[in-house]
């Protein structure tokens, strides 16, 4: 069976490390971007059985990377990541079908929950 990856995005490399450090204890492949433009060049790469995006980076912001992924893989799974919620930006990526906004910080273990949750998940919107 073909592992599964998962995208992770966000210029904070210190959670990247940690959040990598979670996936790859748990089998999963970590697969890494530090803006939105580097997240979208690498789901065309890989095409990751989820992603976690954060909301606010340098480059392409992670709205904007999320309306990029899903133009062209609209089954992508996808859960935004923010410190700062944007409530109003925040609907139009769940109306989009986005699966979750997961406000920083949190435990390990919900992390864990979503990952286990959402990884074989099909989105259909």
Known sequence: MEKQNILLVDDDA??????????????????????????????????????????????????????????????ANIIMMTGFADHARWKEVKSACAIYLLEKPWPTEFLSELIRRHVTTKVSC
């Not at 976690?52 to 980076?57: A, G, I, L, S």
């Open 14 to 75: 210190d959670l990247l490390k940690v959040m990598s450090e979670v996936i790859t204890t748990l089998g999963y492949g970590a697969i890494l971007a530090s803006n939105g433009q580097e997240a979208v060049l690498q789901f065309e790469k890989h095409i990751p059985n989820l992603v976690f995006m954060d909301v606010k980076m340098p480059i392409l912001d992670g709205f904007d990377a999320f309306f990029r992924i899903r133009s062209k893989f609209p089954n």
